[in-house]
C-alpha cells in the first residue's frame, strides 16, 4: 500500500531550473532511503540520486553532480529534486522510488510512482 506520486515536472528552456517533489505515504518514510531514477528517449532505467532517511547522506549520478540536489522534508513526507542548469540531454521521465540503487550499482528500490516528464529544450 505504499504511495509515491511525482510532481514538479514540465518544460523548461537549457539552463533553467526545476524542483520535483515525490509525496509519500502509507509507510514510515523517515526511516527509509530514497532514490531519483529517470528513463530519458530511447534509452533504459538511470540512477539519479540516493538520499538516506534522515537525509544527511546524498549521492548523486556523475551526469548530474553538481547541478541536482535530493533533499526530504520528513514532517511533510515529501522527496524534493532540485534541478538546476537543465541540459537538453537531462530530458527525461523522473520517478522516485523508495529504497537505495546503492549508487546506481544494487537497485534496491521496492515501490515506485508514476514518475513526472522533465523536458529541456529551447
Known amino acids: 500500500q505504499v504511495q509515491l506520486v511525482e510532481s514538479g515536472g514540465g518544460l523548461v528552456q537549457p539552463g533553467g531550473s526545476l524542483r520535483l517533489s515525490c509525496a509519500a505515504s502509507k509507510f514510515t518514510f523517515s526511516s527509509d532511503w530514497m532514490s531519483w531514477v529517470r528513463q530519458a528517449p530511447g534509452k533504459g532505467l538511470e540512477w539519479v540520486s540516493d538520499i538516506n532517511g534522515g537525509g544527511d547522506s546524498t549521492y548523486y549520478a556523475d551526469s548530474v553532480k553538481g547541478r541536482f540536489t535530493a533533499s526530504r522534508d520528513n514532517a511533510k513526507n515529501t522527496l524534493y529534486l532540485q534541478m538546476n542548469s537543465l541540459k537538453p540531454e537531462d530530458t527525461a521521465l523522473y520517478y522516485c522510488?523508495?529504497?537505495?540503487?546503492?549508487?546506481?550499482?544494487?537497485?534496491?528500490?521496492?515501490?515506485w510512482g508514476q514518475g513526472t516528464q522533465v523536458t529541456v529544450s529551447s
Open positions: 522510488a523508495r529504497g537505495s540503487t546503492l549508487g546506481g550499482g544494487g537497485w534496491a528500490n521496492d515501490y
